[in-house]
Nanobody
Framework: QVQLVESGGGLVQAGGSLRLSCVAS????????MGWHRQAPGNERELVAT???????SYADSVKGRFTISRDNAKNTVYLQMHSLKPEDTAVYYC???????????????WGQGTQVTVSS
């Protein structure tokens, strides 16, 4: 009933840029915090960045100054602009969102299916 669909991943050389998008669709009354996470092979999934509905952002130390998270509330979309990419940024990137499906329900957390980002050296 709620879907998050990421796009924009791909292969890029070190120093390059990519922009990820994630659209939430389905039964949505309200969206709270949206975020991006990543998981590299053999590693735990880690938080990359979050943004509240009011636009307050936070970032992992490893991406500060290089990545920018933003959102378009009218389009139920969150973006991750990535610059100065490094090989260690290679991972599957997942978006997440806390969504209230109706005014009578509590917020629940939803995940996208992930998009691969590969940075070559």
């Amino acid at each position: 009933q709620v879907q998050l669909v990421e796009s924009g991943g791909g292969l890029v050389q070190a120093g390059g840029s990519l922009r990820l998008s994630c659209v939430a669709s389905g039964n949505i009354f309200s969206i709270g915090v949206m975020g991006w996470h990543r998981q590299a092979p053999g590693n735990e999934r880690e938080l990359v960045a979050t943004i509240t509905s009011g636009g307050i952002t936070s970032y992992a130390d490893s991406v500060k100054g290089r990545f920018t998270i933003s959102r378009d509330n009218a389009k139920n979309t969150v973006y991750l602009q990535m610059h100065s990419l490094k090989p260690e940024d290679t991972a599957v990137y997942y978006c997440s969102a806390t969504i209230q499906q109706t005014r009578f329900r509590t917020y629940a957390n939803y995940w996208g299916q992930g998009t691969q980002v590969t940075v070559s050296s």
